[in-house]
C-alpha cells in the first residue's frame, strides 16, 4: 500500500529532474550553436534532446497528478527545479552563485514545505 502513496511523488520529483536536465540541455545547446537562427536551433541534437526531456517530465508531472492535488504539486516541482537548476548550473556552467540566491532557495524551499502542510 504505501509503494501506491509514494508512486505519485517519484512521479513529481522525476517530472522536476527532466525539467532541470531540460532546462541545462537548453542551455548547452545556446552555449554550443553558432548560427543562432530558428532552423538551427531546431536541428540541434542538444535543442532535440531537451524537447525530448521536457516531453518526458511532463508526461510525468501529468501522471502525477492523476494523484496529488496541483496546489501541492506545482509548488514542489518548481522549487526543487529552481534549487537543481541552480546548484547544477554553477558546477555546470561556472555561473554565479551568490549569496542572496542561496537566501532566496531557501525561502522558496520554506515556502514549499509551508504550502504542503495545509
Given at each position: 500500500?504505501n ?10 520529483v ?7 536536465a531540460g532546462?541545462l ?35 510525468l ?17 518548481t ?15 561556472a555561473?554565479?552563485?551568490a549569496?542572496t540566491?542561496?537566501?532566496?532557495l ?13
Open positions: 500500500m509503494q501506491f502513496l509514494l508512486m505519485p511523488w517519484l512521479l513529481m522525476g517530472s522536476a529532474y527532466c525539467n532541470c532546462s540541455l537548453l542551455k548547452q545547446s545556446r552555449l554550443v550553436t553558432v548560427n543562432s537562427s530558428f532552423w538551427a536551433t531546431l536541428i540541434s541534437p542538444w535543442f532535440f534532446t531537451a524537447l525530448v526531456i521536457y516531453s518526458t517530465g511532463l508526461l508531472f501529468a501522471k502525477a497528478l492523476d494523484h496529488l492535488p496541483v496546489s501541492i504539486a506545482v509548488p514542489c516541482s522549487g526543487l527545479g529552481f534549487l537543481l537548476v541552480t546548484v547544477l548550473s554553477h558546477y555546470l556552467f555561473e554565479r552563485l549569496i540566491q542561496l537566501v532566496a531557501s525561502l522558496i524551499l520554506g515556502g514549499v514545505i509551508a504550502a504542503t502542510r495545509s
